[in-house]
């Protein structure tokens, strides 16, 4: 990233990276905390932890790694060590859900509630499966490649498609276990 | 549920509140980024103050003790601050962060290493920052008592400061040993959780 640069036209340099990423993959970010945490202050705050983690770590980026898969690890590692920090666990996990998306003017509301429903189980249930199933699960839902979740997670490509199967099942059974009341 | 069509539209449905501009992101993570730098300093700065002012306040005491016990119990208290410092510049306080572009499995297992070499850390300080003090105060103390018991003056009234001084190095001990690594046993017990524990 500029290595002959003087540090001024760096720090601009670096700024303008920053905003340039941080822009190109802010509702991503938000999905991303909302896999994390239910609570939108909470999100909100993870998000902006994110940002400032990203901050630090721009002047070490050199390329190696694809630019979205540098930032998903980034803000994976992050969000991972936020969870474990968190005191108030079991406060934060009966907070208000995720808000949803506002009907469309062409859908009826009853499909609405219905998508917001299956919206609310299903982040629900990525947040309670393992880091590891949490982590590969949301960068599949990013639309992340096989050999990018790979550069991510640091698991095998055959690893990560056989737990992707795994993980579905698991999904399928939150949900239902959600939906017939016999869940959290 | 749940095709991978329908698991999508799900997941991208997701209300994302109004989008925060860039430039605005950029100004908040700078602040939090330099705010973390600055605890990290402005505490280790803190502790090296207090820990010089100990030295001076305690080569002054040596050099008024009334005799040699006291004397070389109060020196050992001078020397400890100078050692306390010498430890917090070598060794630091806290374990530096694993870096945050590693993949998932090495952060993972980084952070686990630095859960680890902090609770280390903690359980150690009692020999590193409590105890060389707290012998100087100890002889320090029976200098003070030998001196008053030579004056034919009693010697109980030095135990109080004596008791003042162990109350707060055993709250000191607590706070680290027992009160720290706790709540770090707890974060690394949730880590292996995260990482391991299917809770669907």
């Not at chain 1, 050199?62 to 790694?65: H, I, P, T, V």
């Given at each position: 990233m500029a290595e002959n640069a003087g540090q001024e036209p760096r720090a601009a340099f670096l700024r303008g990276a920053f905003v340039r990423i941080y822009e190109q993959y802010a509702p991503a970010l938000e999905r991303l905390a909302g896999a994390y945490t239910a609570a939108r202050e909470d999100r909100e705050d993870l998000v902006q932890e994110i940002a400032a983690a990203l901050w630090r770590a721009l002047p070490g980026y050199?390329?190696?790694?694809s630019e979205r898969t540098w930032l998903y690890r980034i803000a994976h590692n992050v969000a991972i060590s936020a969870t474990v920090k968190q005191r108030k666990r079991e406060k934060r996990e009966v907070a208000p859900e995720l808000p949803l998306e506002l009907p469309s003017a062409g859908s009826s509301a009853e499909q609405n509630l219905l998508a917001e429903e299956k919206r609310s189980m299903l982040f629900a249930a990525v947040r309670d499966l393992a880091a590891v199933d949490r982590q590969i699960t949301v960068l599949h839902l990013e639309g992340l490649s096989g050999a990018e979740i790979q550069a991510v997670t640091g698991l095998a490509e055959g690893a990560v498609a056989t737990r992707l199967t795994r993980i579905r099942e698991k999904l399928r059974q939150a949900i239902r276990a959600r939906e017939t009341g016999d869940g959290r | 549920m749940a095709d991978r069509d329908e698991l999508d539209q799900l997941w991208r449905g997701q209300a994302t509140g109004p989008p925060r501009k860039g430039e605005d992101m950029l100004t908040i993570a700078m602040e939090r980024a330099n705010r973390f730098d600055h605890k990290i300093k402005a505490r280790n700065l803190r502790e090296c103050l207090a820990a010089l002012l100990l030295t001076a306040l305690y080569t002054f005491i040596a050099w008024k003790s009334p005799n040699a016990l006291s004397r070389a119990g109060h020196l050992l208290v001078a020397a400890s601050g100078l050692w306390i410092v010498f430890c917090m510049l070598r060794y630091g306080r806290e374990a530096p962060p694993p870096?945050?572009?590693?993949?998932l499995a090495d952060y993972q297992q980084a952070l686990l290493r630095k859960y680890d070499y902090q609770i280390r850390l903690l359980k150690n300080v009692k020999y590193w920052y409590l105890l060389p003090p707290y012998l100087g105060l100890l002889l320090g103390s029976a200098g003070i008592v030998t001196a008053n018991q030579a004056q034919g003056?009693?010697?109980?009234?030095?135990l109080i400061p004596l008791a003042i001084y162990t109350a707060m190095f055993g709250g000191l001990w607590w706070l680290n040993e027992v009160y720290a690594v706790s709540a770090l046993q707890r974060e690394r017990t949730r880590l292996l959780e995260e990482m391991n524990g299917a809770t669907v």
């Open positions: 050199r390329a190696e790694a | 870096a945050v572009d590693r993949s003056l009693p010697g109980w009234p030095q």
